[in-house]
């Protein structure tokens, strides 16, 4: 399993991309989750298991993805970038 990265942008195996901002823990149980905010529409903040943002795509369910994590870390160049 990946570690996740604090201030990536991260694209999920559906196309759409987020900037994870934070990872807290549950308050009864200390499972970790990763805060992440949408960068399309109004880039509202969502929550999800710490496991589950780093899994494998669901093979069975979504055969014909390209992408092997459910969120998989991206390297954006700077346009200024020479």
């Known amino acids: 399993m990946q570690d996740i990265q604090i201030g990536r942008v991260y694209r999920h195996f559906k196309g759409d991309y987020y900037l994870v901002e934070g990872v807290a823990q549950h308050s009864e149980t200390g499972e970790p989750y990763v805060i992440y905010r949408k960068l399309y529409g109004d880039g509202s903040l969502w929550i999800r298991p710490l496991a589950m943002f780093l899994s494998p795509v669901d093979r069975e369910k979504y ?20």
């Open 63 to 82: 055969p014909d993805v390209q992408q092997n994590e459910r969120f998989a870390l991206q390297e954006i160049q700077s346009v200024n970038h020479k």
